[in-house]
């Protein structure tokens, strides 16, 4: 047994991939921005399940269930409301932290970046994903991490 490991989602959404950082992690944080994501994520942890609704097309609208499988341990994870860039600094190092499509969503993706040494515990490890798709409504294009063509308009060499 490898004692207690712990798990950070930052930008957690509605908290699926948190749930499932439950079945390799003892203890897993779950911390995004939006009050009404948390609050949902906050719900599913304690019920299991939770309906909500999705437009099937115009002013059609389908009602769902999503349900956590029964095979993962919920009481390991918790959420908190947070900002990536400003996060708290009282949070421990992790085993392992996750940030899903979250850096072009960042207005400061670089701040967020430069937090990680002191989030992640020597040996553990951080994963990023995204899909790189910038919109200026998220991160001023001063702060896209890429993305933009260069002065004369051109694709910048190194994205060639």
Sequence with gaps: ERGDTLALDVGCAVGGASMELARAF????????????VAAAQGMARDGARQYEAVLEG??????????????DRTRVRFMQGD??????????FDAVLAANLLCRLPDPIKFIHRLPSLVKPGGVAVLVSPYSWLAA??????WLGGQLDKAGDWPAAAT
């Design 26 to 37: 003892t203890d897993v944080l779950g911390i995004d921005y939006s009050h009404a994501f």
């Design 59 to 72: 002013e059609l609208r389908l009602t769902y269930t999503a349900t956590v499988p029964t095979d993962i």
């Design 84 to 93: 990536a860039c400003d996060l708290p600094k009282s949070l421990p190092q």
């Design 138 to 143: 998220w991160t001023p294009k001063s702060n």
